[in-house]
């Protein structure tokens, strides 16, 4: 892993703030919007970083990768599941996930709802259609939601991931997502990554995830001292 470059809690910080300052400039309040800090890839102590420079939620998306750095860190964070998920890996992570962002199927659902009742949950949607995206069709969201109430579990909104390097498409997805919320009465929208929090947050977003432009891409800067 490149880490001539070392990331500090003072960096990230700034860094938050030139995020927050990005919300604002998007039309969205920051005081208002949930900044996700993904540390997926990175070493745990750049979770410490984050942790440190005020990113009080945090992001992985492996579940292996999460349990690992659970069990080697002592920090007050909110972890967050952001990445597609095997139903079989839930029970690794299950006790330690504050916000599930990719439930995407009835069984998954059933499974978080087994190994972490009453857990909190958004569903994943895929309004573009891409393939390997994860997420549902916008026509099966209403029934994984009732079906994930059913199980016990709070479903907090919807979740979605835009199309690289479309900004017409991404806001088309970001838009259908904060539409079927709305129609499901649904508050959250976790929507958005570094190079679409714009337009993620000028359709709805409540919530943005954030990696590279806050603690820097996988292998760019991993070692923080
Ligand atoms: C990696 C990832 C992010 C963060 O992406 P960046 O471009 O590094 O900001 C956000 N959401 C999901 C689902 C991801 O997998």
């Given at each position: 892993m490149a880490?001539?470059?070392?990331?500090t809690s003072g960096e990230v910080r700034r860094r938050l703030a030139v995020v927050r300052d990005r919300i604002a400039a998007a039309g969205g309040d920051p005081d208002m919007i949930t900044v996700v800090a993904v540390t997926k890839g990175h070493d745990p102590n750049v979770v410490e970083a984050a942790v440190a420079a005020g990113c009080a939620d945090v992001g992985e998306s492996y579940a292996q990768e999460m349990a690992a750095k659970v069990a080697a860190l002592d920090v007050d964070?909110?972890?967050h599941f952001i990445g597609r998920l095997q139903r079989r890996r839930v029970r690794s992570v299950?006790?330690?996930v504050?916000?599930?962002?990719?439930?995407?199927?009835?069984?998954l659902a059933a499974e978080i709802a087994r190994r972490s009742p009453g857990a909190e949950i958004l569903v994943q949607v895929n309004p573009s259609a891409e393939p390997d995206k994860g997420g549902c069709a916008p026509g099966d969201v209403a029934g994984l939601v009732a079906r994930a109430?059913?199980?016990?579990?709070?479903?907090?909104?919807?979740m979605s991931v835009g199309v690289d390097g479309d900004?017409?498409?991404?806001?088309?997805?970001?838009?259908?997502?904060t539409r079927l919320a709305d129609e499901l009465?649904?508050?959250e929208r976790s929507m958005g990554m570094s190079a679409d929090l714009e337009i993620a947050v000028a359709s709805g977003a409540?919530?943005?995830?954030?990696?590279?432009?806050?603690?820097?891409?996988?292998?760019?800067?991993g070692g923080a001292r």
């Open positions: 880490d001539s470059v070392t990331l964070a909110r972890w299950a006790g330690h504050h916000l599930w962002h990719s439930v995407d199927r009835p069984e109430g059913d199980e016990g579990l709070v479903v907090r909104g919807l900004d017409d498409r991404t806001r088309r997805v970001f838009e259908a997502t009465g649904l508050v409540t919530m943005v995830r954030v990696g590279t432009d806050l603690v820097g891409s996988r292998g760019e800067g």
